[in-house]
T-cell receptor, first 113, second 113 residues
């Protein structure tokens, strides 16, 4: 019963460094999402995917990239990290259209210093 | 695009008090509406949902009614417990792209014993 698994749980980056946040789900869900949650704020959608090979921008995509080569994995890439990207990142998935409950991972806390 | 507006927090109540957290939305068409809850240190969990006008979602003593005429989906509970302390998020499925789930800014609830 793994569900949605995110790694790492915590990371500190220096300005200008790059990294990949990993997300994998074992529920065979078609739809996957990346959100960021800034301190005291709500969730903002970064990117989402409706199936392998298909991705689309959300509300705040700048500074990020994603890929979806398999149904299970949806990594989020940060290029040239900036302090404004300090946040908690959540990956989520749901089965398909019409099945609207999102299943969330436990989050990755990222600090860019 | 579609959006969700929630009442600002934090909200502090005594145990057994009545709870209302306001949520209004802006949307083209008829989105599905959700309340998610985030307990400390965890990802979000679906609390309840409603998929059409006048539907009432309910779970764990919480209720919310989809009001199309006032574009609202207020969360209520008749008697809160300390264990209800959490952050509550209102959300909708974006009509323009039903794949998107858009969240409000969240309302932090603290219950005093």
């Amino acid at each position: 019963n793994a569900g949605v698994t995110q790694t790492p749980k915590f990371r500190i980056l220096k300005i200008g460094q790059s990294m990949t946040l990993q997300c994998t789900q074992d529920m065979n869900h078609n739809y996957m999402y990346w959100y960021r949650q800034d301190p005291g704020m709500g969730l903002k959608l970064i990117y989402y995917s409706v199936g392998a090979g298909i991705t689309d921008k959300g509300e705040v995509p700048n500074g990020y990239n994603v890929s979806r080569s398999t149904t299970e994995d949806f990594p989020l890439r940060l290029e040239l990290a900036a302090p404004s990207q300090t946040s908690v990142y959540f990956c989520a998935s749901r089965p398909r259209e019409g099945q609207e409950k999102l299943f969330f991972g436990s989050g990755t806390q990222l600090s860019v210093l | 695009g579609d959006s969700v507006t929630q009442m600002e927090g934090p909200v502090t109540l005594s145990e057994e008090a009545f709870l209302t957290i306001n949520c209004t939305y802006t949307a083209t068409g008829y989105p599905s509406l959700f309340w998610y809850v985030q307990y400390p240190g965890e990802g979000l969990q679906l609390l309840l949902k409603a998929t059409k006008a006048d539907d009432k979602g309910s779970n764990k003593g919480f209720e919310a009614t989809y009001r199309k005429e006032t574009t609202s989906f207020h969360l209520e509970k008749g008697s809160v417990q300390v264990s209800d302390s959490a952050v509550y998020f209102c959300a909708l499925s974006d009509y323009s792209s039903a794949s998107k789930i858009i969240f409000g800014s969240g309302t932090r609830l603290s219950i005093r014993p």
